[in-house]
């Protein structure tokens, strides 16, 4: 059974630095594209930034393009979101999901495992 589990998040002003990491187990990591995706209250779940399975790949939604990067390291299963200057906007549950593909995928129904979430806020 895969399992994800994200880890990173906490409280932050803006302008300021988070890494979130998530940790894969269950299946074969370096197969799978992984995504990055965050959830405000009342509002949908939308993709952050997606990775490919080699990681030679990566996308980035335009509204944190610039901000923040994404990357993987095969060998430790793990896959990260490097989030700078944080803005209050950003405050969300933040999730990381994997699917079927070796490619990235932007939409949250291309995803079939999904973490439990790690909260970020991001104070003015």
């Known amino acids: 059974q895969v399992q994800l589990v994200e880890s990173g998040g906490g409280s932050v002003q803006a302008g300021g630095s988070l890494r979130l990491s998530c940790v894969a187990s269950?299946?074969?990591?370096?197969?799978?594209?992984m995504g990055w995706f965050r959830q405000a209250p009342g509002k949908e779940r939308d993709v952050v930034a997606t990775?490919?399975?080699?990681?030679?790949?990566?996308i980035l939604s335009d509204s944190v393009s610039g901000r923040f990067t994404i990357s993987r390291d095969n060998a430790k299963n793990t896959v990260y979101l490097q989030m700078n200057s944080l803005k209050p906007e950003d405050t969300a549950v933040y999730y990381c999901a994997t699917g079927l593909y070796s490619g990235t995928r932007e939409r949250v129904r291309d995803y079939t495992y999904w973490g439990q979430g790690t909260q970020v806020t991001v104070s003015s």
């Open positions: 990775i490919s399975a080699s990681g030679g790949s990566a």
């Open positions: 269950g299946r074969i990591f370096s197969l799978y594209g």
